[in-house]
């Protein structure tokens, strides 16, 4: 026959197999990446640029200077470590709810009887202090499913606040690089207006020398207008710009230090790795794994409700009646009780809280996967923007150049040929400042897909 302690264990063994069966260990989807997940993508090895620091990726010091200054101001970011504030509370409370319970409990009741053949009121005295414990044993895995369902909220808390900060650097380079862009538009508006200042004196000039009509002044007129006509707004935009540089740093809106685009040069390599670095690299995609981790507990958690609950209740101090004899040894009690209960029938809430459990975990690995392409998408958009802007940047080039000599040939054949009018020169001089701003925005949309294929690898807050 068993003994006593040998049924005991028997008992444990039988109750922790079945606590196995009852929660189930989270496995990370096998089919959220893939290697086709960058379009048009070779992988030659791991390397990666999210994986270099974002002060060797922006080698401009002073936008480095403004993602350090943005990095510990920055307001998002603060929101951010509140949120990781509270999921720290909450993961403590989750570790700590495995631990018994301690009250302490003190009372003293006063009332009078009265007996049962009339006669006098008969005083009843009646004082208790004690100490009381309760404590729920985990049989089911119900509190460990809850702690690591805390955790998978903490670690999402994180992974929000790098998310925040990748994004962050992101918009303060992005930003920084279309500022450089118009201080370009505006220099060469600029320069253009100067010379199209000139180029209105002599036209004037050629006008009293007969070579040209009054037209063709008015239209040089008209030409030098449609130039300055553009500088409120660009002056504006920088304004902007730089309004909204200085909300990402967390301070007033003001003027922001800063370089030429023609200094801006790319020296890293641009490497993608592999797709399934994603996973560890892009704080948004493990954020929504984590959301993915924490709802699967919460599965386990409402699994358990279908399981008895067995809770221990200790008590233990002193009662008596009478307030003299309080500390006497004869005062002294103590009690433990031990309980255990099934649930029946509960009006369909377990069932319905299993079954909303469920669906928040289907939702948030739908949730997991297009964060998964999503990010590919970005990968592969990002890769193909900055090769189309070097393919044009060369094309541009030579484009200008050939607009510039065009400009120069209608300036000179005007002096001397009655078969050209300033209908050709105003013709050229608008193709040669479209073409420049142009060129300007080549460079932008090659540098902004730097900033965006970094970004959507996950790099930035390392």
Request: glycine letters at 4%; charged letters at 20%.
């Amino acid at each position: 026959m068993p003994t006593t302690d040998n049924k005991l264990r028997l008992l444990v063994l039988v109750i922790l197999f079945a606590s196995c069966k009852v929660t189930q260990p989270y496995q990370r989807p096998t089919d959220a990446v893939n290697n086709n997940l960058f379009r048009d993508s070779t992988f030659a090895d791991t390397s990666n640029i999210a994986t270099v620091p974002w002060e060797q990726m922006f080698g401009d010091t002073l936008l480095q200077s403004l993602i350090r200054e943005g990095i510990q101001n920055n307001l998002d970011l603060k929101i951010a470590q509140a949120r990781i504030h509270k999921a720290e509370a909450n993961f403590n409370q989750s570790k700590s709810a495995r631990l018994p319970s301690l009250n302490f409990s003190a009372n003293g009741t006063l009332q009078e009887l009265s007996p049962a053949q009339g006669g006098a009121l008969l005083p009843s005295q009646s004082y208790q202090v004690s100490l009381i414990s309760s404590w729920e044993l985990d049989l089911w895995g119900k509190l460990r499913s809850n702690r690591r369902a805390a955790l998978a909220s903490l670690l999402q808390s994180d992974a929000f606040r790098r998310a925040v900060q990748t994004q962050l650097v992101s918009d303060i380079a992005t930003n920084y690089f279309a500022l450089l862009a118009l201080d370009e538009q505006l220099r060469i508006t600029e320069k253009t207006i100067q010379n199209r200042t000139k180029d209105v004196e002599t036209v004037k000039i050629l006008k009293e020398s007969d070579v040209v009509t009054g037209a063709a002044v008015v239209q040089s007129e008209a030409n030098l207008y449609s130039a300055e006509v553009t500088i409120p707004d660009l002056k504006q935009q920088i304004r902007e710009t730089e309004n909204a540089i200085s909300v990402l740093l967390g301070h007033n809106p003001d003027s922001i230090s800063r370089s030429s685009l023609d200094e801006q040069v790319v020296t890293v390599d641009l490497k993608t790795g592999l797709p399934m670095q994603l996973l560890a690299n892009r704080p948004d995609v493990q954020q929504a794994e984590f959301q993915l981790r924490y709802n699967f507990e919460l599965v386990n958690v409402a699994r358990t409700y279908f399981y008895p609950t067995l809770t221990i209740t200790a008590q233990g101090g002193l009662s008596n009646g009478n307030i003299f004899q309080f500390l006497d040894a004869s005062s002294l009690f103590g009690n433990i009780i031990g309980g255990l209960t099934q649930p029946i029938f509960n009006q369909g809430l377990n069932k319905q809280r299993l079954r909303q459990a469920k669906a928040n975990q289907e939702e948030a690995l739908s949730t997991f996967k297009q964060s998964v392409l999503l990010a590919g998408q970005e990968v592969s958009n990002a890769l193909f923007n900055y090769q189309a802007a070097l393919e044009k940047k060369t094309l541009r080039s030579k484009q200008i150049g050939s607009l510039q000599k065009a400009v120069d040939f209608t300036k000179e054949l005007l002096k001397y040929s009655s078969s050209t009018s300033y209908i050709d020169v105003l013709t050229s001089e608008q193709s040669l400042l479209s073409a420049q701003l142009n060129g300007i925005s080549d460079k932008l949309q090659q540098l902004q897909a730097i900033v965006a294929l970094y970004r959507s690898l996950g790099g930035g807050w390392r």
